[in-house]
C-alpha cells in the first residue's frame, strides 16, 4: 500500500493502476470524439471531396457569394471549384453576360448538376449592384 502524501487517500498499486487506466480510457474516447467529426468533414477520406487546400462541409456554411461579384479567388473558396473552374466562371460571366440564377452556373464547362448541389447553397445572385470584373 502506498500513502498519498496529500491527503488522507490510501490506495493499493490494483487501485492507481484502475484510475490510470480508467483515466487514459476517458482521455482516448474524448480525443476520438473530437478527431473523428473533425476527419469526417475534410477531404481525407473522401476521392469526391473538395480540392486540397479548399474549405468543405460546415467551415463554408456562413459563406454565400454573389455568382456576379466575385472574382475569381473569392469563387475558388467554393467547394469542388477551384482556380480553373473560378476562370471559367469569371469567363462566362464576361463573355455572356451576368447570371440571372445560380442555376445558370451550369452553362460553364466543368459544373454540372453534382457541383451546382454542392454550391448552390452558398451562392446568390444580386443583379442591381453587379459590375463586370
Known sequence: MSVDQGSSNIRSPLQQRVVQQTLLGLTSL??????????????????????????AGDAVA??????????????????????????????????????????????VFGIGPKTLGEISRLCVVNRDESIDR
Not at 32 to 50: E, K, M, Y
Not at 66 to 87: C, H, K, Q, T
Request: aromatic share 4%; proline share 7%.
Open 62 to 107: 456562413g459563406l454565400q457569394i454573389d455568382i456576379n461579384l466575385a472574382d475569381s479567388n473569392e469563387l475558388a473558396l467554393l467547394p469542388r471549384v477551384g482556380p480553373i473552374l473560378a476562370d471559367r466562371i469569371v469567363d462566362d460571366r464576361r463573355q455572356n453576360g451576368e447570371y440571372i440564377s445560380v442555376q445558370d452556373l451550369q452553362r
Open 30 to 55: 474524448v480525443m476520438v470524439t473530437l478527431i473523428v467529426p473533425w476527419l469526417s468533414g475534410t477531404a481525407l477520406n473522401r476521392n469526391d471531396g473538395p480540392a486540397p487546400g479548399h474549405f
